[in-house]
């Protein structure tokens, strides 16, 4: 049976460098090595993020079980996690149970210390001191598993569009075995305990690079395809209460849901026969435009109605173009992506 969905995969060549010295005679000389390989660029994938308005010390219960739901939705599928990153230490391969205990310390609830109460020479440290815990899960380079966990500075009083954020990723291979009534679940399940301000489920591209950086590799499928999501948001984009575009599961909380006119007041303004609109837990609620993701295909006529009427509705909601700082470098660039963060507004 052919995929439900496009496949998308760009395989392509990374260079990086790195720097060490070597003693030449009785001197020390920089040396610069530079590492080329082969890695996947670009992959589909369905996208879990959740954006929670709260310190580490509110998120533990609701985190832990994210990961637990998470976890246990990828039993069975073997090589699926197998590295991690866990605050200021480097990638470790995710194979001893002192590694899940790390990760597991994370989580656990501490009373915070606030970013105000470090010494101006100390501040630098405060992810080393567990000021904003995070870590993430991950497989092999483009098997499309993730899982991770950013946590913002603790502030007394905290910026309004300081966020921490929980994310994770399913290959698109994984909705296709499993079914969307699985995945729609799982993300259900990481959900319920999380007190997010809004958050999404997906189909999106998984980048090494940013979107602006490879936009040529990938013109084509993104105006062809507007179901597939480019956004890789994350804690330090301030998403606050905003909205960062529509998807196939929407989750509005507090106070964007309240300013909709609640649950109720969605349901009277949206009217595709394939919307739903589920009341949640907590003043909560989750807009789901049909059974399944769709990645649409303009080239077919497939335009997304559902998914353009709820633009229309959260427009004033959404999150302003985040890629503004191309304008004085890349203005061409710039003004494509801005066309596709309005492709279900124009």
Known sequence: MPPSQPRIRIQGTVRNESYGYEKVGEELVKKVREHVYDRVLARDVVRIIFFLPHHHHHLTTGVTHALDSYLHAIEGCPGALSR???????????????????????????????????????????????????FTLFGEQGNGYSFSYHARLPWREPHPHSVSVLSATLPTEYLEEHGAQHVQALAMA????????????????????????????????????????????????????????????NFLGPPLLSELGGAAGLRARLHSPTTTVQEMEDERAVVTLGAEPEAGDTA???MLPAYRELARLLEPYLEPFPWGFLARKTPSVEEELRRWWRRFLD
Do not use: N
């Open 84 to 134: 991690y990153t866990c605050c200021w230490w480097e990638s470790f391969d995710l194979t001893e149970p002192s590694d899940w205990a790390r990760i597991r310390e994370t989580l656990e609830p501490k009373e915070p210390r606030f970013f105000e109460d470090y010494e101006p020479h100390d501040a630098r440290f405060a992810e080393k001191d567990g000021a904003d815990p995070y």
């Open 190 to 249: 990481m959900a319920s305990r999380l007190p997010f301000a809004t958050g999404h489920a997906g189909l999106a591209l998984e980048l090494w690079h940013p979107i602006y950086a490879q936009l040529d590799r990938l013109r084509t499928e993104l105006f062809r395809h507007p179901g597939f999501d480019v956004r890789e948001a994350s804690h330090f984009d301030g998403m606050g209460t905003l909205v960062d575009g529509i998807h196939w599961m």
């Open 300 to 302: 077919q006529g497939q």
